[in-house]
């Protein structure tokens, strides 16, 4: 009956809680406290909100949460863990039950103000869920609509966490990377990568596909002893050399009537039976085989010489002063089956000032030429220096109405773009990782 007279006689309170201490209990015991209570229950309704403050300092009156907000922790009805945001109950900033505001964020279907409210960042006046057109990274994505739960891939400079998040396939530090060649992942338009930029392998330095005939790879011009040219073959057949030519001048298509070449030119063919496999490099030296070993330490494949039986002996014409200079030449490595009135250019390559270049246009059986003024040439190579071809996928070369083996116009081809000169020539090997630029 006490603790009813009491309940009657307390004010009513502008709080969320009102908790009892265990002392408002009935029993024998606690009359006297009791007695006291109501006593300051009854100064409490007289005084408003000054008697809860009384009430909040003596044993047995009943403790509020905006008492203890009072004197707790700067303003949190509920400090360490209480009845605030799980108390079943919309209150404060809440924007519905336990959630919103300064509570936790609130899940689609439940009512919200600001996009900060929902656990999706998108409010409609209740939180939306999460999708991949909502302009708000949220749900499964690695970025603002993309990535993860998203069909979407993420472009260069967005957030990943795997590599199947970017549109270029490749995740790094967090963030999707720019196609580069050389990066292991097919892309960026790539014919082809296998993850290094080693130029002659399966796959170009510029990741394309090599070509499907021989390339002139390494030309040295000087010291004499030391001139050689080599030819590549990229493809993944062996090649029978037998109808294949060198030469280093202009007008080499009228070895089919009666080439003539001057004191300073060569016109040769490979020994009947020679052969050169797939991934293969041939090293044609323009002395003898002895005077190569004694440059670079191993044989030629070939070499002019007739009387060095330590390499087999390209034949043809040789005039009395040949060999190449580094200043300006060119090179070009043809095809002829000895019967045909026409030849197939097979790869060509000019340097320097290049005083020789080669234009057959107008020439009967012929189709034309790149002109001579906009055929790129590859740098001057000094002495002791080598030229190498870098890309083996004749890049930016027409590819049709040519006279190249496969149709290609090979004089098309940019020497600027696809040789450079290296400090030390390396014959019958590629370049090198990190050699081509």
């Known amino acids: 009956m006490r603790l009813r007279l009491l309940l009657a006689l307390t004010p009513v309170l502008p709080t969320a809680c009102i908790v009892y201490t265990p002392d408002l209990v009935e029993g024998p015991a606690s009359s006297a406290a009791s007695s006291s209570t109501e006593s300051a229950a009854s100064a409490g309704g007289a005084g408003g909100a000054g008697g809860a403050g009384a ?61 900060a409210d929902c656990d999706s960042d998108v409010c409609d006046g209740t939180c939306l869920p999460p999708t991949c057109k909502d302009t708000v990274e949220n749900g499964g994505e690695t970025d603002v609509d993309c990535g993860g739960s998203c069909e979407a891939r993420c472009a260069d400079g967005k957030g990943c966490v795997l590599g199947k998040d970017c549109v270029s396939g490749v995740c790094k530090g967090g963030v999707c990377q720019k196609p580069i060649c050389g990066d292991g992942v097919l892309n960026g338009g790539e014919a082809c990568d296998d993850g290094g930029t080693v130029a002659f392998d399966a796959c170009s330095s510029t990741c394309a596909l090599p070509v499907e005939h021989l390339l002139l790879s390494e030309v040295v011009t000087g010291p004499t002893a030391s001139e050689f040219v080599e030819i590549y073959n990229p493809t993944s057949q062996t090649v029978d050399l037998s109808t294949y030519y060198l030469a280093d001048f202009p007008t080499y298509y009228l070895v089919t ?37 004694n440059a670079f330490g191993t044989f030629p494949t070939f070499d002019f010489s007739a009387d060095d ?52 246009t107008g020439v009967a059986g012929y189709a034309p030429d790149t002109a001579k003024a906009e055929q790129a040439s590859a740098p001057s190579v000094a002495s002791g220096k080598s030229l190498h071809r870098c890309p083996i996928s004749e890049d930016g070369e027409k590819k049709s109405g040519g006279n190249g083996i496969t149709g290609h116009d090979e004089t098309s081809e940019s020497c600027l773009a696809s040789w450079t000169d290296i400090p030390k020539p390396t014959p019958g090997v590629g370049p090198g990782d990190g050699v081509c630029p």
């Open 55 to 115: 009430a909040s300092s003596s044993a047995g009156t009943p403790v509020t949460s905006s008492s203890v907000a009072s004197s707790g922790s700067g303003g949190d009805p509920c400090p360490r863990g209480g009845c605030a945001c799980v108390d079943g109950i919309k209150g404060g900033d809440e924007t519905d039950v336990d959630c919103g505001g300064s509570c936790p964020k609130c899940t689609p279907g439940e009512d919200c103000k600001l996009d």
């Open 257 to 293: 009537s009666t080439v003539q070449t001057t004191q300073h030119d060569f016109v040769v063919s490979f020994p009947p039976g020679a052969k050169l496999g797939p991934g293969k490099f041939a090293v044609v030296s323009l002395r003898s085989a002895t005077e190569f070993k």
């Open 309 to 360: 039986a330590n390499a087999p002996t390209m034949t043809g014409e040789l005039g009395a002063k040949y060999g190449l200079t580094g200043e300006g030449e060119m090179v070009v490595l043809f095809r002829w089956d000895g019967q045909s009135q026409t030849v197939d250019d097979v790869d060509y390559v000019t340097w320097g000032l290049a005083p020789d270049k080669v234009d057959k």
